[in-house]
C-alpha cells in the first residue's frame, strides 16, 4: 500500500526517527514479497515482515522462487529482486477484474459513496 520502494523506504526512515520499528505489512505474491525482503534488509529499525504463504501457487508462479531457512527469508544474491514471475503460467489466464471483489478477497465494493477506494 506505498508507492513503491522508495517510497516505503522513506516510510521506515521518518519511523526510525522516533525511535519506532518498522513491520511492513505484505499479504502479496511473490514479488512484493521480494521488494519487500530488500527494503528490510536495507532498514536499521526493521522488526519483522509479515506475509502469507499459504497459497499453493507462490513457489509455481517463480523463476527463483523465494527460500525461508529456519523461519527466515533468505535475500537472493541474483540481480534484482533475485525472483521474476514466470510468465508462461499465467498465458492462459489472461486477467479478468473482479469488480464485486476487494483486493484482500472478500465480496463486497472497493468504493465507498464519494468513489474514494476503501481500505478494508
Not at 14 to 22: D, L, S
Not at 39 to 52: D, G, M, R
Not at 57 to 79: A, C, M, R
Amino acid at each position: 500500500h506505498t508507492g513503491g520502494i522508495s517510497e516505503i523506504k522513506r516510510i521506515a526512515q521518518m519511523a526510525e526517527i522516533e525511535y519506532i520499528k518498522f513491520a511492513p505489512h505484505n499479504p502479496n505474491g511473490p514479488i512484493a514479497t521480494a521488494a519487500s525482503m530488500h527494503v528490510c534488509a536495507t532498514v536499521p529499525n526493521f522488526l519483522i515482515l509479515e506475509t502469507a504463504r499459504d497459497m499453493p501457487w507462490h513457489d509455481k508462479v517463480q523463476t527463483n522462487p523465494l527460500v525461508i531457512k529456519d523461519g527466515y527469508f533468505e535475500l537472493p544474491s541474483t540481480p534484482g529482486l533475485g525472483t521474476d514471475l514466470d510468465e508462461t503460467i499465467f498465458a492462459d489466464r489472461p486477467f479478468e477484474p473482479d469488480l464485486e471483489r476487494d483486493p484482500a478477497g472478500r465480496s463486497g465494493s472497493w468504493n465507498a459513496e464519494d468513489n474514494s477506494v476503501n481500505d478494508v
